[in-house]
């Protein structure tokens, strides 16, 4: 039948949330209650009858209270099929009692490892007996109840109320308790791969992620659903762990930008206030200054066009001057550390615009895997987290201090731009952004124009390209993005270097004057 009564409940649980409530709940209700261990002694503390798992079993928890559940009278009572008689003729002959519920959640693995414990002290909270009692419950859930998790249990007390458990509640409960095993044990496997045994690329990827929140409106375009997923055990903060003060729901491009933003921002966290705005993933504007405004208002100046609707993210607290002057445009995503209560205030005039509090900045040299879909499969590889070394001086001329701080300014700013990727960069500012090209050649050619369209939009007498620096995220090929750069009015060039032409390149580069350096490390980004 599709209802089942609970006669005979077992509990065993290392979160004990809720569990005198449930457990009294159920007692009241006239089901007898078997336990094990510290779940037992909290409930007898509680003033409830409980039978110990060893009276079912007849045999006593050993071993350290390794073997307590592994046993047929336990598993069993989960796992027999109750409308079967061949199953019900093995109970009777063995003396086995039906288990109509079980309330199990696990050692706290992910716990133990998150607090640096010992190898030993991990190995002691790798759950053996709570998982098989699960995977038993769940799968015969045509006639056992399985709680992995507190949130459920005024649910199935409310359907007790009314008689038992539902055949719907028993199935979706069964789906939650094997996602959770699953889940524990990719826990397990990946601090087996990547803590213990040190690998990076492990022969089996074991990787397990939660929903967050509900799903999100869409994905990058209305037709396509989407969520949000959180990696379980220890990571690393992000986008995704940012607090949401206000706006409408995040969609999945505000995401995918707000990332992109906080990621750039990020590189400066140690560095002068700095501003990025990014639209469609791409860096529009990235500025540093004396102050948070004067970073933002320059970081603005280099794309006023494709600012509106954009991302902006900072890499300090926000002030209601700065708030005031974000405000001035439609902006999607303002990302920050923290905001005062001057700029909550201001933003809260913007009932659409999402607030996020990033708390402390992503680390820009931490490790980790960057992971893309594929027909097929995953790519999976390390974070590009590598920073700059020695410059390599190439030409004749060596930078000036003031173009090797635009040269390393602009480099940072390229690593974050699609490839091919050209960035004009001067007193700290972006002067132009060309991104995403075919070749080389026009990412230059469009860098330039934007930054000759800023200055007519401003009213400057010359573009911010004049006496730049220029960075490429890959080796010119050819000299001719080169000289769209020197037509453009660059006096310094920062690029990784490699090319079989890189003799044609540096010639060029002194002919025209220019000082270049190369990192002889690139920064493509697809």
Known sequence: MSTIPVTRALLSVSDKTGIVD??????????????????????????????????????????????????????????????????????????????????????????????????????????????????????????????????????VLAELDAGGTTLATRRRLAAKAFAATGAYDS?????????????????????????????????????????????????????????????????????????????????FRDGPPTVVIVKHANPCGVASGETVLDAYRAAFACDTVSAFGGIVAVNRPLDGATAEAISAIFTEVVVAPDADADARAVFARKKNLRLLIAGELPDPTRGGLAIKSIAGGLLVQSRDNGRLGELKVVTRRAPTEQELADCRFAWTVAKHVKSNAIVYARDGATAGVGAGQMNRLESARIAAWKAKDAAEKAGWAQPQTIGSAVASDAFFPFADGLLAAVEAGATAVIQPGGSIRDDEVIAAADEAGLAMVFTGMRHFRH
């Open 187 to 267: 826990a397990i496997a990946q601090w087996f791969a990547f803590s213990d045994q040190g690998e990076t690329f492990p022969a089996t990827l074991p990787l397990a992620f939660t929903r967050h929140a509900e799903e999100l409106r869409y994905g990058e375009n209305p037709h396509q659903s989407a969520a949000l997923y959180l990696p379980r055990g220890p990571h690393a903060r992000g986008i995704a762990q940012a607090e949401q003060l206000q706006g409408k729901a995040l969609s999945y491009n505000n995401l995918n930008d707000a990332d992109a933003a906080l990621e750039l921002v990020a590189e």
């Open 22 to 155: 449930l457990a009294t709940a159920l007692a009241a209700k006239g089901v007898a209650l078997v336990s094990t261990g510290g779940t037992a002694r909290a409930l007898r503390e509680a003033g409830l009858t409980v039978d110990d798992v060893s009276d079912l079993t007849g045999f006593p928890e050993m071993m350290d209270g390794r073997v307590k559940t592994l046993h047929p009278k336990v598993h069993g009572g989960l796992l027999a099929v109750r409308d079967d008689p061949a199953h019900v003729a093995s109970m009777r002959e063995h003396g086995i009692a039906p288990i109509d519920l079980v309330v199990v959640n696990l050692y706290p693995f992910e716990a133990t490892v998150a607090k640096g414990a010992a190898r030993d002290e991990v190995i002691e909270n790798i759950d053996i007996g709570g998982p098989s009692m699960v995977r038993s419950a769940a799968k015969n859930h045509a006639h056992v109840a399985i709680l992995t998790d507190p949130a459920d249990y005024a649910g």
